[in-house]
């Protein structure tokens, strides 16, 4: 009898930090039964091994910032039979998506002492607006369990069950009080897909979106209860946007809204 192929797995990266692929290594021994089902066929971050392609999935980390990176995701996508989109910097531009707000090379011309060598586009986009993406997965970084989650879907041939609830949720399940009424504090909660298990709220702190917009984000209604209920001026409305996902359309929007 045959042996079965295991399906090949490849991770790229773009602009990005690189922690949404440490994740993936995190996952430790969890990792050691992702390895057992799947061919890790291109991950650089990991191995110098390299098969070539192409390749049943891709996982694919950061932004769209350079000409040449615009070209080089198209040739992914053609060698990818799915792809995947993981983090901020791949599903809503990352905080490199500051740019997009402003001239870029007033930035390389304070940054670089030779801003003449540097060539990049005027905006860092996410890679779904380049090409199809099959699924994308949010976080700054990633949660490691939803990653698990993702690839056993993929091999079992099923729907990733990926929660795109606000985060609220996850403070209610915790049992943790709503820091916004109990403590006058402004929080992205409420327009923030679940997903990191509501760290900053167990700390006191309000949710900073990480995990990017949820899936029907009421962002008007929440900046007027800020404006209205905690006296946050609009100078710091556009700020709390304007962070890890500051090119996701729903916060993209919500903090034009608010831009003098």
């Not at 098969?51 to 980390?61: A, W």
């Not at 070209?71 to 901020?88: D, P, Q």
């Not at 209860?225 to 996902?245: G, M």
């Amino acid at each position: 009898m045959a042996k079965k192929r295991k399906p090949k797995l490849a991770v790229w990266k773009f602009a990005s930090c690189d922690g949404c692929q440490l994740s993936l290594l995190d996952c430790e021994d969890e990792l050691l039964a992702v390895a057992g089902a799947v061919d890790i066929a291109n991950f650089p971050e990991a191995s110098r091994r390299i098969v070539k392609g192409p390749y049943d999935l891709s996982l694919v980390e950061g932004s769209i910032t350079t000409s040449h990176d615009a070209e080089r995701i198209h040739k992914v996508r053609r060698m990818s039979k799915f792809l995947v989109t993981i983090g901020s910097c791949a599903t809503g531009g990352g905080i490199q998506a500051l740019r997009n707000f402003k001239d870029v090379n007033t930035f390389v011309s304070q940054v670089y002492a030779n801003p003449e060598y540097i060539e990049t586009l005027n905006k860092s986009t996410p890679i779904a607006d380049h090409v199809f993406v099959d699924f994308e997965l949010r976080g700054c970084p990633i949660n490691k369990y939803q990653l698990i989650e993702v690839l056993s879907a993929f091999l079992n041939d099923r729907k990733p069950n990926i929660p795109t609830h606000s985060l609220c949720i996850e403070c209610k399940r915790r049992g943790i009080p709503c820091v916004m009424v109990s403590s006058g504090i402004p929080c992205l909660g409420p327009v923030t897909q679940a997903g990191c298990g509501a760290i900053c709220p167990s700390y006191n702190r309000g949710c900073y979106g990480c995990f990017g917009p949820q899936e029907t984000p009421n962002t008007g209604s929440l900046s007027e209860w800020w404006q209205q209920k905690l006296d946050v001026n609009d100078v710091d409305i556009v700020r709390a946007y304007r962070t890890f996902n500051a090119y996701a359309e729903p916060f993209r929007k919500a903090s034009e809204a608010y831009e003098k």
